[in-house]
C-alpha cells in the first residue's frame, strides 16, 4: 500500500509540474520572436495536443510556418484556426499573406476582404490588398487602398511607390510622377522609382534633361534596367 501511495504521488508530481497550455503558449510566442521558428512550432504543437481547439495556437503556427516559407502548411493552420473561431482577422489576413506569397492572388484578396469586414482599422491590410490588386490589374480599387494607408500616414514610401506603379499602369502619368516624386524625397535610396521616374518625364512628356538626371540616379543605386535608355538618351 505504501508503495502505491508513493507512485500516486509522483505521478501527481509530474502532472503538476507539466507546463500549461499557457506556459507553452508563451514559450512559442518567445522561439518566434527569436526567430526560432522551428523550436516554435514544437512548442505550439504541444499546446494542440492539449486542446486541439486552441485557435491562437493554429494561428500561431501558421505564421511560424509561413516565415519558413511553408506557405501550403502554413494555410492549412490558418484554415484551422478560422475553422474554430472566424471572428478574428488575424488568421484570414495571415493566410491572404499567404496566398500572395503564392501569387494566388484571387484567394489573397478573398482574405483580405474577410480581414477588412472584420476590422476596418488595419492599415496592413489594405495595403496588402493593395498589391493583390496591383497583380490583378485592379488599378483604381489598388490606388483606393494604397490612398487608405497614406491617409493616417503619408510618409510611407514603399506605399507611395506602389500607388505609383498603379497610377501607371492605370494610365494616369501625371499623378504617377507627383508620386513619384514624393517617393523619391521620402526615399533617396529607391534606385527603381527614378527609373519610373525618368522614363515616365521621358516617354510622357518629353522632359529628357530631368529625365536623364533621375535615370542616372538610379544606374548610380544599382539599378541596371536604367543603362539601356541612359545609353541611347542620355550621352549628350
Not at 10 to 21: D, G, L, N, Q
Not at 101 to 117: I, M, P, R
Request: net charge negative.
Amino acid at each position: 500500500m505504501k508503495k502505491q501511495l508513493t507512485w500516486l504521488f509522483a505521478i501527481m508530481i509530474m502532472i503538476s509540474c507539466s507546463p500549461s497550455e499557457e506556459e507553452l503558449f508563451d514559450e512559442g510566442v518567445r522561439m518566434m520572436e527569436s526567430s526560432e521558428y522551428q523550436n516554435a512550432i514544437g512548442y505550439f504543437d504541444r499546446v494542440l495536443e492539449k486542446n486541439p481547439e486552441n485557435t491562437s495556437a493554429h494561428n500561431a503556427k501558421g505564421v511560424a510556418l509561413y516565415q519558413q516559407e511553408k506557405y501550403d502548411e502554413a494555410i492549412a493552420a490558418f484554415t484551422a484556426s478560422i475553422a474554430l473561431d472566424d471572428t478574428s482577422y488575424k488568421p484570414f489576413f495571415n493566410r491572404g499573406n499567404a496566398f500572395l506569397e503564392k501569387k494566388e492572388f484571387k484567394d489573397a484578396v478573398l482574405d483580405y476582404n474577410k480581414a477588412n469586414g472584420l476590422d476596418p482599422s488595419q492599415g496592413d491590410v489594405y495595403y496588402n490588398r493593395g498589391l493583390a490588386l496591383l497583380a490583378l490589374e485592379e488599378y483604381e480599387d489598388a490606388i483606393f487602398d494604397f490612398d487608405v494607408v497614406l491617409q493616417a500616414n503619408p510618409e510611407q514610401p514603399l506605399v507611395q511607390f506602389n500607388k505609383a506603379k498603379a497610377q501607371l499602369a492605370n494610365n494616369d502619368p501625371v499623378s504617377a510622377i507627383e508620386t513619384l516624386v514624393t517617393t523619391v524625397n521620402l526615399d533617396n535610396r529607391n534606385g527603381a522609382a527614378y527609373y519610373l521616374l525618368g522614363v515616365t518625364q521621358m516617354s510622357a512628356f518629353g522632359q529628357k534633361e530631368d529625365g536623364c538626371t533621375n535615370l542616372k540616379m538610379a544606374l548610380s543605386l544599382g539599378f541596371p534596367e536604367a543603362k539601356e535608355w541612359t545609353d541611347e538618351f542620355c550621352q549628350d
